[in-house]
């Protein structure tokens, strides 16, 4: 784990430093959350847009321009949407942890095992 301690501006700004930047690949913003005493910054996951691949689908299926065409692309792309967040909360372990240090330690140990 690398740690950094860095400044904050009377206006509550601080400065990424440019290695975590960089290694993290941030954009425009990212995910800000409290954990106990601790703030984490996180990368903004980029959603999974299928729209393409739907459209091209329904259009191979012989849809044609128009509201019925509309309301199968909503349909599905809802239908994707409601899939991946279940998939997610399937997979995820629900552990809560008593301090960051020990979220970290864990992360860590998951990540030395892959």
């Known amino acids: 784990m690398t740690r950094k301690k860095i400044g904050v501006s009377a206006k509550r700004q601080m400065t990424i430093p440019k290695q975590f930047y960089d290694e993290l690949q941030l954009e425009n ?18 959603e999974l847009d299928f729209s393409e691949d739907i459209l091209e689908d329904l259009i191979r299926e012989g849809y044609e321009a128009g509201d019925e065409l509309i309301q199968e692309f909503t ?40």
């Open 29 to 46: 913003e990212v995910l800000c959350e409290m954990v106990d005493d601790s703030l984490i910054i996180s990368a903004v996951k980029k």
């Open 75 to 114: 349909y599905r792309k809802n239908k994707l949407s409601d899939a991946a967040q279940r998939i997610l909360d399937e997979e995820r372990d629900y552990i809560t942890y008593d301090s960051v240090d020990k979220l970290f330690d864990d992360i860590m140990d998951e990540d030395d095992h892959d």
